[in-house]
């Protein structure tokens, strides 16, 4: 019955974004489930919903990811023709996402560690005056 209550959660959740979504589609044209995650998050974060309530139910879904995407990789085998009129384009598409999603990345992680490490010797200076 836990399980059932966890997958009610999660489903309820899902259901509201579609909701959402469907009330405010003139506004903005976000996904339902896209909305969904965003709330699951805000209610985790703000521990409106503790990790342990849905835990057995979202660990069974990651481990099992692979099966979601059986319908994508159909629907790519079914488009083979499309994609072999516009392999050069596809793959130039690909290799430059792949350069600016690395340098962009790398980018973020350099800010953050800057940052970070500021932040650690600002707490050493402020240790050394107060000794």
Not at 79 to 104: D, P, Y
Request: proline letters at 2%; aromatic letters at 8%.
């Amino acid at each position: 019955m836990k399980i059932f209550n966890q997958l009610g959660i999660i489903l309820g959740i899902w259901a509201g974004g579609e909701i959402i979504s469907s009330l405010f589609k003139s506004i903005i044209n976000i996904p339902g489930t896209i909305i969904g995650m965003i709330i699951l998050f805000l209610f985790l974060q703000f521990k409106v919903i503790k990790e342990d309530t849905i835990k057995e139910v979202t660990d069974f879904l990651l481990n099992n990811m692979a099966i979601f995407f059986v319908p994508a990789g159909v629907s790519l085998i079914q488009s083979l023709g499309l994609i072999t009129e516009n392999i050069v384009v596809l793959i130039l598409c690909i290799t430059l996402a792949t350069i600016i999603i690395m340098f962009v990345t790398g980018k973020t992680v350099d800010f953050m560690i800057r940052k970070s490490s500021m932040k650690v010797e600002n707490n050493d200076l402020e240790n050394e005056e107060l000794a």
